[in-house]
């Protein structure tokens, strides 16, 4: 008999249709390939741009330290504040892309919703963050981040000469930004996920992990030769809430659901009243860097996002009166801030009040029989689950736990506090904050063409 050839299939052919390796060829790997451009970009950018934020926010303090010591310093502290307010009314004014946080402007641009130009985002952010860190506003350096990233991804999109029907790249980029922002590469993942597109898209995780991957690479190597920390929470020291003391994590996931719901509904009044508000913009500014100078002379500690306040919490530094009088001008601040228009971030001024929250629960709980070394990590925890009632994306935060404090052996309070916030908060009707903003701002501006 005679033998029959052996033919040799190349695995690809053989499982890939010609319609099916067409789409590979000229969708997955460009996208891919572009996303990893745009995550080298994204975390190079981040990084000098989260190092040139601290220095700004470390001078911040150093300038609230010196009024402490020498008075004298006010009267040309003021002045300069209000110098600092002239110019960043005139510069939202030319450039509206810096008014704010940057994260709904940004999510309504991924979901194809806004009409922004790429490069005007980036250098509205760089400049107006810098004015207001070095003011020692209570903005956070992860929104204008985030905004970074997103438009720095759509430069690259639009350079790859991509269709920007899904922004995947632009999506990626946003992913690298949260990565680069917090140290956190999971994190960046589930965020472009769970909060920006709300949907399982497997070419968007793809992307979105490839330019994560390449970012955070590019953060951890880079910000070792820049000097910067590796863990955004000094965490590793304190103690591990045992099993028997649970009862303080469903209080605090209750009380954070409940301040979230409180929060929420601040934020979007202000925004309302704002918009309703016959005043002019620029007066809300003002108003803004006002009250912040006279917070910074006065009380030191609430100079900046709320990270110097999370690290006291950490050291068990401050005690009830003291929170207690840190929480309220911090959230107030954060209502006048936000609604002023000033640029920077939400995201850790909101962390900053989820931890003095917990906190205060803590001390409660030290009163009912909990051992006083245990409030630092309940305060982590409930800085946690407020942060995720509020933008209502638990995946989301308790990844970000894990991987801003390094600590694991947690994880099971933490998922049991966000697991009682988040249900309470569905029970509350409590909308998602990110997402329920920009609705509202294209509500008002009705929808722009779909066109960059």
């Not at 590796?230 to 045992?242: D, H, M, Q, V």
């Not at 719901?261 to 934020?267: A, D, G, H, Q, S």
């Not at 990590?377 to 970000?400: H, Y």
Request: proline content about 5%.
């Amino acid at each position: 008999m005679k033998p029959q050839p052996t033919y040799y299939l190349d695995p690809i052919e053989t499982i890939l249709t010609p319609t099916l390796r067409a789409h590979v060829a000229q969708r997955v790997v460009p996208v891919l390939a572009w996303s990893g451009i745009a995550g080298v970009a994204v975390g190079v950018a981040a990084t000098l741009f989260n190092r040139i934020l601290e220095y700004a926010a470390g001078a911040a303090l150093d300038i609230g330290q010196a009024m402490t010591r020498e008075p004298r310093w006010i009267a040309l502290y003021v002045p300069c504040m209000l110098a600092a307010a002239i110019f960043l009314c005139w510069w939202t004014t030319i450039l509206p892309e810096a008014r704010g946080s940057g994260i709904p402007r940004t999510e309504a641009m991924m979901c194809g919703k806004k009409q922004l130009v790429w490069w005007k985002m980036c250098l509205a952010t760089f400049v107006g963050s810098g004015v207001s860190f070095v003011a020692g506003m209570s903005v956070g350096a992860e929104g204008p981040t985030v905004q970074f990233g997103g438009g720095l991804g759509a430069g690259v999109e639009r350079l790859g000469g991509l269709p920007r029907g899904k922004r995947y790249v632009a999506n990626s980029g946003l992913a690298a930004g949260v990565a680069s922002a917090f140290i956190a590469p999971c994190t960046g993942v589930l965020f472009a996920i769970e909060e920006v597109q709300r949907k399982f898209d497997p070419l968007l995780i793809a992307s979105a992990i490839v330019a994560v991957l390449y970012a955070y690479a590019v953060r951890l190597g880079l910000g070792a030769a820049l000097g910067m920390h590796e863990i955004l929470f000094a965490a590793s020291a304190i103690e591990t809430l045992p099993l028997r003391y649970i009862w303080a994590v469903v209080a605090v996931g209750v009380v954070a659901a409940l301040c979230a719901k409180l929060f929420n509904t601040v934020i979007l009044t202000a925004d309302r009243i704002a918009y309703r508000s016959k005043l002019p913009r620029w007066t809300m500014i003002v108003a803004a860097f006002a009250v912040t100078a006279v917070v910074n002379i006065f009380v030191v500690d609430n100079v900046g996002s709320g990270a110097w306040i999370i690290d006291g919490i950490l050291g068990m530094r401050y005690g009830w009166g003291k929170l207690l009088l840190l929480l309220a001008i911090k959230f107030a601040l954060v209502a006048l801030i936000f609604r002023g228009g000033v640029t920077g971030g939400m995201m850790v001024p909101m962390l900053a009040l989820g931890a003095m929250l917990g906190a205060l629960v803590g001390g409660v709980c030290v009163c009912i029989g909990m051992p006083q070394s245990y409030v630092p990590m309940l305060a982590m925890i409930s800085m946690s689950a407020f942060f995720g009632a509020c933008i209502r994306a638990p995946f989301t935060v308790i990844a970000l736990f894990a991987e801003t404090t390094g600590r694991t052996d947690a994880l099971f309070a933490l998922m049991l506090a966000v697991l009682i916030s988040h249900a309470l908060a569905e029970l509350l009707r409590l909308r998602p904050l990110y997402d329920t903003l920009w609705i509202r701002d294209l509500a008002r501006e009705g929808l722009p063409k779909q066109t960059e």
